[in-house]
């Protein structure tokens, strides 16, 4: 009877340490997992902060491409109207001319 309860606990004791191999595999793996994840994470997130200089630079670039742009523009108003002025001048000139003969 003895002898009966003692492999019952042998066995009870075997499934346990066999229960406690399969944890231990399972922790391992969910380990090189998890150290995985925290690789392609890392990559991720060094990917994402390259993309976000990338994206100030270009802003950057963008913005001083809008100045001069924007100073061009002025620039092409400023000789549009010293044009007009000069045509003005012309016909003026010309117009003395024309009264001269």
């Known amino acids: 009877k003895l002898q009966g309860k003692n492999k019952k606990l042998d066995k009870g004791v075997q499934d346990l340490?066999?229960?406690?191999?399969?944890q231990n595999r399972r922790f391992s793996y969910v380990e090189r997992n998890q150290a995985k994840f925290n690789t392609?994470?890392?990559?991720?997130k060094e990917k994402v902060a390259g993309f976000e200089t990338e994206q100030?630079?270009?802003n950057k670039q963008m913005q001083r491409g809008e100045a001069?742009?924007?100073g061009l523009k002025k620039k092409i108003e400023s000789l549009?109207?010293?044009?007009e002025n000069f045509r003005t001048d012309l016909r003026i000139l010309l117009e003395k001319v024309n009264h001269l003969m």
């Open 17 to 22: 340490e066999s229960l406690g191999k399969q």
């Open 40 to 44: 392609e994470n890392k990559k991720l």
């Open 56 to 58: 100030a630079t270009k």
């Open 68 to 70: 001069i742009n924007e």
């Open 80 to 83: 549009e109207a010293e044009l």
